[in-house]
């Protein structure tokens, strides 16, 4: 674990002349990140966790360009390239023969077009090393659960009956947010997706000793089986000796069991459910010995993500949850903690918080609603039915894959492709982003934050 306070450099090396204390309840993903770039900002931060350890499902993640950016800003680039693997592209199959109706280069492609690479890593690797990073920046309560808030009071209440106050409170306690239930009640109540998640990480040891399944290690992509109403996806992580596998298939879950990620998944279940599927498939999921279960609900966007004291926001899928099929739920809770940090490296003066809460939800709330959008649309496009408009969708990755035989090139146009991997001007949109530039932007386009009144006297 990192002892000395790192010496990368963020935010142009600007930090906040007015030091807040800051609660982030959450310490997953985003509210780790979160405390990184706040603490940076040169803030107290407390991060309250109500599991006695600081760990993520074992699943993997596929890190984009928009999120790789930042973690090379961060300075964990090395450690990345480490745990990670570069998928040389992604493809797309059907389900019944396995042919590839559709491909798009990813490799140095993406870091060609997009100014930073793609990898795929495991969740625990990547909360591992933001933890390492943050470790400096923020003390870690383990074992804390909130079980209230008072806006008035910005402060938190504990199962054990402690209270802690701040300036700011940060709910980033994911889909069930205890923070939004509490601030935003009503808001945004889940609504089933109509679909569920089995996760499962093999071994790739296993794989190599077939010859079917080889190749799916020795050229790594991503690889993604399309079938009615359902899809798989499966790519390798952890310097390709694990191999990440996500499936999702109709809801069959208990309606009591929403919001769950974590539930033990019944193999022989999941098996039989895409049982017909072309022989790597099948053969994929006799590798299988334990999978978890998840049930996909959605929330509609909320319209504001700041209280009506301006003290407490939201971050990552507290506010804006994201269903897998666009792969940036991970990628938006960091752009949602580099906003918060860049912006809170301005801030001088009290009196100026809700000022900088509001530009957070304007500079993020447009932009994770898109990408939201986006999401659903893939589902639709993955579980179409055998029929004209599968064909049309096959037909249209199909045209997208001409001429594409190179790693370190995205052709142009394709716009609107069934493929949205093959769409450039999709692709500059969301992987092109770089959340700091965005609040660099805001601050230049607002030119003067009005000041404290007895400020302005100086």
């Not at 993520?56 to 930042?70: D, F, K």
């Not at 077009?113 to 690797?125: N, S």
């Not at 309606?255 to 999941?270: F, L, N």
């Not at 006799?286 to 998840?294: D, F, K, S």
Request: glycine fraction near 8%; charge should be neutral.
């Amino acid at each position: 674990m990192v002892q000395d306070k790192p010496s990368v450099i963020l935010f142009d090396g600007r930090v906040a002349t007015h030091r807040l204390r800051i609660l982030i309840i959450g310490g997953g993903i985003a509210g780790i990140a979160a405390a990184f770039c706040l603490g940076k900002a040169g803030h107290d931060i407390t991060v309250v966790e109500a599991a006695p350890a600081a760990t993520e499902v074992g699943a993997g993640i596929q890190v984009t360009p928009n999120m790789s950016r930042l973690l090379i800003r961060w300075g964990m680039g090395e450690r990345l390239g480490e745990a990670g693997v570069k998928p040389l592209s992604v493809s797309f199959r059907r389900y019944s023969n396995g042919e590839r109706v559709g491909r798009s280069p990813f490799g140095t492609a993406m870091e060609f077009e997009y100014g930073a690479p793609y990898y795929h890593v495991h969740r625990a690797d990547l909360l591992g090393m933001l933890l390492e990073i943050a470790a400096p920046y923020m003390t870690l309560r383990l074992g804390s659960r909130v079980i209230s808030l008072n806006a008035q009071a910005v402060s938190a209440t504990l199962a054990s009956g402690e209270v802690l106050y701040a300036d700011v409170i940060l709910g980033a306690d994911g889909i069930k947010s205890t923070t939004r239930q509490s601030i935003f009640a009503g808001l945004s109540d889940p609504v089933p997706s109509g679909d569920s998640v089995y996760r499962a990480i093999l071994p790739t040891a296993k794989m190599m000793k077939d010859p079917l399944l080889k190749p799916l290690i020795s050229v790594p992509e991503v690889t993604c089986w399309m079938g009615p109403g359902k899809h798989v996806v499966g790519y390798c992580v952890r310097g390709a000796t694990e191999y990440n596998l996500v499936l999702l298939c109709p809801d069959t879950m208990e309606s009591d069991s929403s919001d769950s990620w974590t539930a033990k998944g019944d193999v022989e279940e999941m098996r039989s459910t895409y049982r017909g599927w072309e022989p790597r498939v099948e053969k994929l999921l006799q590798l299988v010995e334990t999978a978890t279960m998840g049930k996909l609900v959605v929330r509609r966007p909320l319209t504001t993500w700041v209280d009506s004291t301006r003290r407490i926001t939201l971050i990552g899928d507290a506010c804006h949850p994201m269903l897998p099929y666009r792969a940036q739920g991970a990628a938006m809770a960091l752009e949602d903690a580099a906003v918060l940090g860049n912006i809170f490296s301005r801030l001088s003066h009290k009196d100026h918080i809700g000022q900088f809460l509001d530009a957070y939800q304007q500079i993020r709330i447009g932009r994770t609603t898109s990408t939201q959008a986006a999401s659903w649309s893939n589902r639709k496009t993955f579980h179409l039915p055998d029929g004209p408009a599968q064909e049309l969708r096959d037909q249209s990755m199909r045209l997208a894959m001409v001429g594409v035989p190179r790693e370190d090139s995205i052709p142009e146009g394709h716009k609107g492709n069934a493929n949205m991997w093959a769409d450039k001007e999709k692709n500059l949109e969301q992987f092109g982003y770089d959340a700091d530039e965005a609040v660099n932007e805001w601050w230049r386009k607002q030119r003067t934050i009005p000041l404290h009144p007895e400020l302005s006297k100086l």
